[in-house]
């Protein structure tokens, strides 16, 4: 290190070059060659997984054979927000179907004890102006959120018009009727003019395959299935059940973070096996003030939505409503470039961005061109050492909080900030200090084997009593794989046959080849870090198109050939440059653990949300359902 160097990393406190090739060396142990392929399916033997524990067997109904206007596949927010503004454009033959003994989709499934959100209830929670609803703290919990999702399908009348434990085995068009034929596991059969697929991103859970998965004696569940039967207590804590069990967790994501001081609580015996430890930063909840949302203006939801939104994605605002730990770490990243970048070169980079979106250029060029203006402004070290800064502070929380030297080190996450799901907790640290909890730091490797009577790792068995899986949700499989049915379009074309070789949608939302059809989720679309947000914005969307169809006797509606295909250039084009990034991160379910295979037109609207919900906008405006083929 010359003299230079040296200085500049006194005065930062850390050497860059060090954290780099530290950062290298931790990604690099975690590459495993069988990427998404070392997780089994629940299905088979494993699909006692997946069994909903919250409700009580037996339900027994005739099925249903009818026609229908719409179905809404998924009872969560998205079916939720569908549903409503369905009924607010005047559009009331609907019915829902939910697998799930009750609407909430991720909330229904994910009620383990510690259960909450952290991205700010008043941005989350949707709708409630409409409501009316307060939550009691500004991040909320399971409970509140399952009872708001009650709130909701009261207001809206859902129960009315929902199957509820039911689950669509698959959807099928038929040209001459110009209708879906939806079929389910109690046989229903709803012949539906339209469908709305809103069947979650993070919907099916995921296992670990391996050795002697199918050995435990014990008892064992997955996060999204909390067997409080076993355990007592609920979604507050006060597992009663775990007293004198020993107790395994696998996993030490968003989800882990969240239950392990719980399970410290309880348990005789906790046992946390690490493959790689999250980022912790302080969470910081608090009471709603009466008085303060009181004096909010109408319409404060939605510019609390855009201005948190506007934060996540660089757009520049006046004022940080939230003021919280998502919004420091982008105002952070962005904040960083915004304060140093000169605004000659700032405009310079836009105009170059700019001159070549829109402009049938080979992606390459555009690449290699902006990358060459960020070097040169040096903008992509100046947002490295942002937040190679931020996690340093992070790191600095594990020593402050532990107790034990050894295990700090090993809670300290080695990469950029966003290559995992950043965590805001007050308590998963110091969980660590309890005398009942063993952190079994598996350096990368994750565990090795699962015996008869607990998990082995590096030569030991740890006897337990229970496994509990905090193993996450697939992502990087197939559509129809983890929305668990079929769809069949014109001419018995499946969706996946369709997407094999990449999305192909107009606005995210339709797709050529699957007429009358909505989908719902983040890719070519509007994504937010708030997903109710972005699920909102499909519902308007949604609700405006089948609207104004009824008003005009449409019954037939479609992408056209040329606007899906001038949608997925319009993707391409904006894609953000995250390939390099996405191979420089620990593996995970961001970057389909570890096997980065970037396809620009399989990510999401590159210009950010915001600048989304306007296009979608202006396109409403016009009034001219631009892009699909209509037939009456
Ligand atoms: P994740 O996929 O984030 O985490 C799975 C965990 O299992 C990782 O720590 C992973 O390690 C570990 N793992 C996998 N295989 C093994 C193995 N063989 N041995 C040891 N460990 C293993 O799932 P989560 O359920 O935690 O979170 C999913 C998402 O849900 C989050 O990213 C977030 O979007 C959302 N969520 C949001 C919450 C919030 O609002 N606070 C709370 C909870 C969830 P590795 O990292 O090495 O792969």
Known sequence: MNSATRSHSDALG????????????????????????QYVEVTGDFSRY???????????????????????IGGGFGGMLAAARLREAGITDFMLIEKGGGFGGTWYWNRYPGASCDIEAYVYLPLLEETGFVPKQKYTNAEETLAYCEVLAQRYQLHEQALLQTQVNAVRWCEDRRRWRVETDRRDQLDARFVIHS?????????????????????????????????????????????????????????????????????????VFQRTPSSIDVRNNQPTDPQWISEQAPGWQKRRQTNFESIMSGVPVEEDLVGDGWTEAFRNLFGSLGEHMPSKARLALWALQGA??????ERGLKQ??????????????????????????VRARADALITEKSTAESLKPYYRQFCKRPCFHDEYLQAF????????????????????????????????DCIIFATGFEVGTD?????????????????????????????GLHARGFPNSFFFGPMQSGFTAAFTFALDENSIQTAYILEQLKKRGITRVEATAKAEASWVKTVIQKARLTEDFQ?????????????????????????????????MKKWRAQGKLSGLELKS
Not at 14 to 24: A, N, Q, T
Not at 479 to 502: C, F, H, M, P
């Open 479 to 507: 559509y129809s794989r983890r929305a668990g049915y079929s769809i069949e379009g014109v001419n018995g074309l499946t969706v996946s046959e369709k997407w094999q070789d990449g999305m192909a949608t107009f606005h």
């Open 14 to 37: 850390f050497d860059p070059d060090e954290l780099r090739k530290k950062y290298r060396l931790e990604r690099d142990k975690r590459i495993r060659a069988d990427g998404n392929d």
């Open 433 to 464: 200090n309890k005398s009942n909890v063993t952190l079994v730091d598996t350096d990368g490797q994750g565990v090795e084997a699962f015996t008869e009577k607990g998990v082995l790792f590096d030569g030991r068995e740890y006897e337990v």
């Open 368 to 393: 290699y061109l902006t990358d060459r203006a960020l070097k040169y402004m040096g903008l992509v070290e100046k947002m490295e050492l942002a937040d190679f800064q931020k996690m340093e502070k």
């Open 50 to 72: 997946v069994d909903d524990p919250y409700v009580t067997p037996g339900l027994k109904r005739d099925p249903l054979v009818r026609e229908v206007e719409v179905v809404i």
């Open 583 to 615: 191979k420089s991160c620990t593996p995970g379910y961001y970057n389909n653990e570890g096997h980065v295979q970037f396809q620009p037109q399989n990510t999401f609207y590159g210009g950010g949300p915001i600048e989304f919900f306007d296009l």
């Open 356 to 361: 070549f979106s829109g402009k049938r250029r």
């Open 199 to 271: 069947n979650g991103p993070l919907n099916r859970p995921k296992l670990p395959g391996i050795k002697g998965i199918d050995q435990f004696k014990g008892h064992t569940f997955h996060t999204s299935r909390w067997d409080y039967a076993y355990t007592g207590g609920d979604t507050f804590g006060g597992l009663s059940g775990l007293e004198n069990k020993r107790v395994a967790i696998i996993g030490t994501g968003a989800t882990a973070v969240q239950c392990v001081p719980h399970l410290a609580a309880s348990a005789q015996a906790l046992y």
